[in-house]
């Protein structure tokens, strides 16, 4: 259970197109939906949390007007990212905190949407 | 403000040592969870173990245990008898509570080699 799908998992475009990466919760309602952002052989970072039926809550440094957030569902966050230039290419991953339950348990994470901007 | 520190960014061993990936956090909240996640190199996170702040039991699971001590803040991972399969990044979290997003470490690449 708990299970996040994430599409695509590998996308090219060209600089100064758009972008949408889809992060689906399968099995549960997630209310919260978090995107992170990775660079190669570097940690993850948090860009932004999505919550259902209302804005996203931007990191510090992360331009809210280039990186669209909307999660008009408890099962559906969509990331866009806008006029996409070279330095966007990176790995991109959601997650979604988990229903609660019994056991160990952790954050459930889509499988990864790998960017490339040409 | 939380960190997590994972000093030793690169470790390699030959199958069937054991080794230990250090986990070091910081956080000023009383009630919060830790993570550790494997990354393999198709990108993918992996969850392995959450232990929140109020169990410092150790965890062991097949060839893996986990020592958390609250007193060192600590949560140090180790895997006995490593693999090839072992081989990937492996990333400690922390964060504040469930529903909080979660504060990685720079994460450590472990290297087995037959």
């Known amino acids: 259970g708990a299970v996040v799908s994430q599409h695509p998992s590998r996308v090219i475009c060209k600089s100064g197109t758009s972008v949408k990466i889809e992060c689906r919760s399968l099995?549960?309602?997630?209310?919260?939906m978090f995107w992170y952002r990775q660079f190669p052989k570097q940690s993850l970072m948090l860009m932004a949390t999505?919550?259902?039926?209302?804005?996203?809550?931007?990191e510090q440094g992360v331009e809210k007007d280039k990186f669209l957030i909307n999660h008009a569902s408890l099962t559906l966050s969509t990331l866009t990212v806008t006029s996409a230039h070279p330095e966007d290419s990176s790995f991109y991953i959601c997650s979604a905190s988990p229903p609660i339950r019994t056991g160990n348990y952790g954050y459930t994470f889509g499988s990864g949407t790998r960017l490339t901007v040409v | 403000a939380q960190k997590v520190t994972q000093a030793q960014t690169e470790i390699s061993v030959v199958e069937k040592e054991d080794v230990t990936l250090d986990c070091v956090y910081e956080t000023r909240d009383t009630t919060y969870y830790l993570f550790w996640y494997k990354q393999p190199p198709s990108g993918e996170l992996v969850f392995l173990i959450r232990r929140n702040s109020f169990d410092e039991q150790n965890e062991i699971s097949g060839r893996y245990s986990w020592n958390f001590q609250k007193s060192t803040s600590s949560f140090n991972f180790t895997i006995t008898a490593s693999q090839v399969v072992d081989s990937a990044v492996y990333f400690c979290a922390l964060s504040k509570n469930s529903g909080y997003a979660l504060n990685f470490g720079k994460g450590t690449s472990l290297l087995v080699t037959p």
């Open positions: 999505s919550n259902e039926g209302s804005k996203a809550t931007y």
């Open positions: 099995d549960f309602q997630a209310t919260t």
